[in-house]
C-alpha cells in the first residue's frame, strides 16, 4: 500500500511561485505514472499534470508554461513548480498514483489508485 503525502502548499501572492512535493512511502512509485490534480472550494477535481515512469509530462492548459512536474525516483518523491501564480490557481492541490507507468489517459482521476490527502495553495490578487 503506497502513501502519499503532499508538502509545501501556503499563501502567495501572485505572480509568486511556490514549490510542493509529493514523498511515497510503503512501496516504489519508480514504476507509476504519477499525476497532481486541484480542487477548489465548489467545484470538481481538475486534472493539472501528469508525469510517466521514464519522465514524459503532460498538462492541463490553464497551467502550461508556468507549472512543470518532475520525479525523483531515487527519492520516491514526485515535485510540481509552480510559476507565475494567479488567484484560480487556488486549490488543494493532490498528488496521485497511477499503477500503469504510462497512463493512457494521464488526466483521467479514476484512473489513479493511490492519493494524498492535499496540501492548500492559496494566491491572493
Given amino acids: 500500500q503506497v502513501q502519499l503525502v503532499e508538502s509545501g502548499g ?3 501572492q501572485a505572480g509568486g511561485s511556490l514549490s510542493l512535493s509529493c514523498a511515497a512511502s510503503g512501496g ?5 505514472g504519477m ?3 486541484r480542487q477548489a472550494p ?3 477535481r481538475e486534472f493539472v499534470a501528469a508525469i510517466n515512469w521514464s519522465g514524459d509530462t503532460t498538462y492541463a492548459r490553464s497551467v502550461k508554461g508556468r507549472f512543470t512536474i518532475s520525479r525523483d525516483n531515487a527519492k520516491n518523491t514526485v515535485y ?3 510559476n ?6 487556488t486549490a488543494v492541490y493532490h498528488c496521485a498514483a497511477n499503477l500503469l507507468p504510462t497512463p ?3 488526466a483521467w482521476d479514476n484512473s489513479y489508485t493511490y492519493w494524498g490527502q492535499g496540501t492548500q495553495v492559496t494566491v491572493s490578487s
Fill in 10 to 12: 501556503g499563501l502567495v
Fill in 28 to 32: 516504489t512509485i519508480s514504476s507509476c
Fill in 35 to 37: 499525476g497532481w490534480f
Fill in 42 to 44: 465548489g467545484k470538481e
Fill in 80 to 82: 510540481l513548480q509552480m
Fill in 84 to 89: 507565475s501564480l494567479k488567484p484560480e490557481d
Fill in 104 to 106: 493512457p489517459h494521464p
